[in-house]
């Protein structure tokens, strides 16, 4: 790369990482000058990577299901989801089989998917009363359950009050070690940019950024980037080796 003059772009691949995983790789800078790290703003200019998160997964911290039976004295009783891709169907049956398996007075339980409404009706075929209670890795959001507003039943049936969201991550934040940004960030400090994950698992996410989110370089010594990429739980977006990121970052002169 020449002389920044007005504009420059820097392709990079994680493959070529001296560093890291593919979701939290560095990148080595010394092939370029001091003088072309002076005052620059750097921001993304287009981003490719697969999404191959799965919606629940351990490390996303939401594949548990949490719940107490009334035969019981303050037991909370815990099952894993396995980590797949869930339509709402499979998601009700999942749901059932981790229940049945995890009930300790041998409830049969039955979870329901509505179609028209995305919600999940639990009912126990005895009448048991239950509830579902928070916990560690809790997928309440997914079942369509707000934390902030206490789900505390003790009923033999309920649905729960909002669809449910098995969507996986809303975005991906591309972070740097960047230490400071300029007036045009949007973002945190150290955010080069937040990507709204528009594609379903499998497919691949091109981005092309339209704004002028940028970051400033004011370090004539700076010899590696870091990028990490986080989800909206700000977990790590975990990618395979075989699946590599592509960025391409737009340099400017500040």
């Given amino acids: 790369m020449s002389n920044i003059n007005d504009q ?9 990482k001296i560093g890291g995983s593919n979701y939290d790789f560095t990148i080595s800078l010394q ?32 594949n548990t299901i949490y719940w107490q039976e009334d035969n019981d004295t303050g037991i909370t009783y815990s099952a894993v989801l396995p980590e797949t ?28 998917y509505d179609t028209s409404s995305k919600k999940i009706t639990i009912s126990e075929a005895t009448n ?6 928070d916990g560690t890795n809790s997928l309440h959001r997914e079942l369509g ?3 902030d507003t206490v789900m505390d039943f003790k009923s033999a049936s309920y649905e729960i009050g909002s669809p449910i969201d098995i969507s996986g991550s809303k975005y991906v934040d591309v972070i740097t070690n960047l230490g400071t940004r300029n007036i045009n960030s949007t973002t945190t400090a150290n955010t080069l940019f937040r990507i709204p994950l528009t594609v379903s698992f499998g497919s691949v996410e091109l981005y092309q ?9 004011a370090n004539d010594d700076l010899s590696q980037l870091r990028f990490t990429l ?10 395979p080796f075989n699946q590599p990121i592509s960025i391409t970052l737009k340099l400017t002169e500040a």
Wanted: zero cysteines; glycine letters at 8%.
């Fill in 230 to 239: 986080r989800d909206d739980r700000d977990r790590a977006f975990q990618i």
């Fill in 31 to 62: 092939s370029l000058t001091a003088s072309n790290l002076l005052n620059v703003n750097v921001g993304i200019h287009t981003i490719q990577f697969a999404n191959t998160v799965y919606p629940l997964n351990s490390v996303r911290g939401n």
């Fill in 8 to 16: 420059s772009f820097l392709f990079i691949n994680s493959q070529d």
């Fill in 209 to 217: 950024n339209e704004t002028d989110d940028t970051l400033f370089i």
């Fill in 85 to 112: 891709n869930y339509t709402g169907t499979t998601f009700a049956s999942a749901l059932k089989v981790v229940l049945d398996a995890g009930t300790g007075n041998g409830y049969a339980y039955t979870v329901s």
């Fill in 145 to 147: 359950w707000d934390v």
């Fill in 128 to 133: 048991g009363p239950f509830r579902v209670v």
